[in-house]
């Protein structure tokens, strides 16, 4: 079966080699998890490893500032935004009363951007900013179904990411994004330790267990031969 390799160390022997082509992955977790680092490293790993373009969509940071979140990794971002193998995109703040109206234009622009890419490798960072724009809870799992649905059209392996407040079963911000993409990674961070726990891939087997991983000046590292006990993380 084909995969999307992550690239990132220790992690895809434990998703059986990688995302299953088109799905979606949430990727959650409390501050100082690194969010932000995973989602950035699988797409610098798609463009320096695997020559995937992929595109990088913010609603929170601008793009001055994930350039200064990953300045201590020995990542070229430049070299492969030269090549057409990276983009950096910001969605700006949009007000609840404007949502419908920017929702659609702002998927149009994504579309736009995955067609001149030809990318293979999209991120959505944060459906919690996402949500925050949402004006009620039922339009908030109505316009995340929709963004999801709009993304598989793509034909890109998405990685989304969600803030929590670092509990251990909680999985997304709001209560509903876990349920409508195809897979589940968790992120916990109790000093010292950093924690990695698939919760769930659609349509593959994947490792169930808890491991630990570090991050790196090359990014994150996950040890895919130590196990860290569930009862280990404080509800």
Known sequence: ??????????????????????ASVLVSGGAGT?????????????AALYNDPGIYITLEEGVTNLWWNVRNFRWDLAKYEHEGLIRLYRVGMIKPSEFARRFDEEIAKIKELVDELKAKRLV??????FGMWMP??????????????????????????SETFGKRDQFSRFGVEEF??????????KPPQRVIFIRKMRGTDHDKKLHPYKITDKGIVVNPKEEVLWESLAR
């Open 124 to 129: 959505i960072d944060s459906t919690t900013a």
């Open 180 to 189: 409508i993409t195809d897979g589940v990674i968790a992120l916990y961070f």
């Open 136 to 161: 009620s809870e039922s339009q908030l799992r109505y316009s995340l179904f929709r963004l999801v649905d709009e993304l598989k059209e793509l034909k890109c392996t998405t990685v989304l990411t």
């Open 1 to 22: 079966m084909d995969r999307v390799a992550t690239g990132i160390p220790g992690l895809d022997p434990l998703l059986r080699g990688g995302f299953l082509p088109g």
């Open 34 to 46: 690194g969010k932000t680092i995973f989602a950035m490293q699988y797409i610098y790993n798609g």
